[in-house]
């Protein structure tokens, strides 16, 4: 498997805090990609670092890698209603395949 | 809009059925994929195609096979479905190794 650790959890916060979720990798990545799974959709891309970048932001998001330990984190400030997801990460050792972790459910509470 | 286009959205089948699920995209990539998603995992790669007729195995590929006669349409296909392949269903396609879209996906159950 391309994951170590399970990053499988559940976390349920109010609207307005902020919330970081984390995961770790086994296999070196090009990339790390956060997904965001609204029930009953796909998953969507929603921020991508690159090997050679530690912190990427946009808007509300922060991801951070750490090539070192192989772990990424997603951050979201100030989160709404709207945040409530499952959000999985994903690296692609093999170029295009793209290895998907277990996903963080996160549900915000109005 | 560019979007990947995925029919069914709901599927029931009987166990020894024949199963075809399609996936169309409108952003001419090379590269789609099938994934399945199960309660509590993560998505699976069960094949990849770079382009028509160039298919590769993904993860899990037992009790699976794919078409890719055109670039925009992707098939997977289960040759006499078993109640473990009981899941939901997602097609992806990207171009080179970022830029991924994923359809809505396709809920099958087999009984």
């Known amino acids: 498997s391309q994951w170590g650790e399970e990053n499988l959890q559940a976390l349920s916060i109010q609207e307005g805090e902020d919330v970081t979720m984390n995961c770790s990798y086994k296999?070196?990545?090009?990339?790390v990609q956060w997904y965001r799974q609204k029930s009953g959709k796909g998953p969507a891309l929603i921020i991508l670092?690159?090997?050679?970048?530690r912190e990427k932001r946009s808007g509300r998001l922060r991801a951070t890698l750490d090539t070192s330990s192989q772990s990424s984190s997603l951050s979201i400030t100030g989160t709404l209603a709207t945040d409530t997801a499952v959000y999985f990460c994903?690296?692609?050792?093999?170029?295009?395949?793209?290895?998907f972790g277990s996903g963080t459910k996160l549900t915000v509470e109005p | 809009d560019m979007k990947v286009t995925q029919m069914p959205r709901y599927l029931i089948k009987r166990m020894g059925e024949n199963v075809l699920l399609e996936c169309g995209q409108d952003?001419?990539?090379?590269?789609m994929y099938w994934y399945r998603q199960d309660p509590g995992l993560g998505l699976q790669l069960i094949y990849i195609s770079y382009d028509v007729d160039s298919n590769s195995e993904g993860d899990i590929p037992k009790g699976y096979r794919v078409s890719r006669k055109k670039r925009e349409h992707f098939s997977l296909i289960l040759d006499s479905a078993k109640t473990n392949q009981t899941s939901v269903y997602f097609c992806a396609s990207s171009l080179g190794n970022s830029d991924y879209t994923f359809g809505s996906g396709t809920r099958l159950l087999v009984i």
């Open positions: 952003m001419s990539h090379e590269t």
């Open positions: 670092i690159r090997s050679n970048e």
């Open positions: 994903a690296t692609n050792p093999n170029y295009n395949v793209l290895y």
């Open positions: 296999t070196y990545t090009t990339v």
